[in-house]
């Protein structure tokens, strides 16, 4: 063993999982843990302005959101950040929650992106409620930071946790069925990540399928909540109105759905047709008008979860020979996981 290298090794820790790696410094930017495979430690980089090439030296997982010290422009330019600024941000603030014991608490380090989105997504309320209980101040004001931080970081991750499409039970199945879209749809909706997660760790059989299924809720809700604004009211009368929209909002998806079982459509091509019939609907037109953005971003996901759905159902979960054989008991499970339940 070369004694020099070992005298210029020097150990970091990843901020993910608290592993310790000894590593030589000339290679600390590009290092990666040997558990997680994320970066280790959170050196500086030397990143030059877009704009006036002025030389900044940033942490890692600051250059996402760093300004130039001279001209103040963004160190990074428009577009999309690349994945590991991303996982670095993400694991910095892992280490920040885990380096404040209030809020570590009993929780476990996440050992992989999808679990570290959970973690995200749960820390802000966690944060709020830590801080009501103080004093305005320095302390509350870091606390503050590092809850914006945990919320804007999901959406950014998502995409990041479930990189292959072949989590829908392997390749051959995302190119039997024309899952690739579908997929691409899931990676970056919190529904399709749930449905993704729950896929993960399911095991065949019709009750992990209905598992799958109910992760079409939270959109079908929404949808639900366009086309029929919630009163919250005890009323016979608005609560059947909210049911007989519900009913019409089901019976136009599954349409939509079954149309692409003989053969595989283009996912896009069932959003358009999804769109088209929830606006003819007496309750639909104003609805789309007014938030079709939103309304499509949450059928394109429903359909999606339903599409994988029918093709896990049938390559995975053993509920038939082919979609339209395995779509009677998907279909029957979705209605009475949305209508029903």
């Known amino acids: 063993m070369d004694s020099t290298q070992t005298t210029e090794a020097i150990v970091e820790s990843c901020l993910f999982c608290n592993v310790k790696v000894r590593i ?46 001279k001209c103040k422009d963004a160190l990074m330019p428009p577009g999309p950040l690349p994945r590991e600024l991303v996982v670095a941000d993400l694991y910095a603030a892992v280490g920040a929650i885990f ?15 999808a679990e570290a989105v959970e973690l995200m997504e749960e820390m802000p309320q966690s944060i709020a409620q830590l801080a009501a209980n103080m004093d305005p101040g320095p302390e509350r004001d870091k606390l503050a930071l590092l809850a914006g931080r945990c919320k804007a970081l999901p959406a950014k991750v998502r995409p990041l946790a479930f990189e292959s499409a072949a989590i829908l039970h392997g390749q051959e199945t995302v190119d039997r069925f024309m899952l690739a879209d579908a997929f691409e749809v899931l990676r970056h909706h919190p529904a399709g990540f749930h449905f993704l997660k729950t896929v993960r760790r399911s095991d065949p059989g019709a009750t ?97 979860i339903g599409t994988a759905g029918v093709a896990r159902g049938v390559a995975y979960h053993g509920l038939g020979g082919d979609p339209k054989e395995a779509w009677w008991r998907i279909q029957a499970v979705l209605r009475g996981g949305l209508l029903d339940g």
Request: some cysteine; overall charge positive; glycine content about 4%.
């Open 208 to 304: 992990s399928a209905r598992e799958e299924l109910a992760c079409a809720r939270a959109p079908f809700e929404r949808i639900l909540d366009r086309l029929h604004k919630p009163t919250w009211s005890q009323e016979a009368g608005d609560r059947e109105r909210r049911a007989e929209v519900a009913e019409q909002v089901f019976s136009e998806l599954s349409k939509v759905l079954e149309v692409w079982l003989p053969r595989p459509y283009k996912h896009e091509a069932m959003v358009k047709s999804a769109m088209a019939r929830l606006a003819d609907l007496p309750a639909g037109g104003e609805a789309v008008a007014s938030h079709e953005a939103t309304i499509r971003e949450d059928v394109a996901v429903f359909l999606a």
């Open 99 to 113: 380096a404040d014991a209030r809020l570590a608490g009993r929780r476990v380090r996440p050992r992989d992106l």
């Open 24 to 69: 030589q410094p000339d290679k600390v930017l590009v290092a990666r843990c040997p558990k997680c495979k994320g970066p280790i430690g959170d050196p500086k980089m030397e990143k030059a302005c877009h704009a006036c090439q002025a030389v900044n030296r940033v942490l890692r997982s600051r250059l996402a959101s760093a300004r130039c010290g």
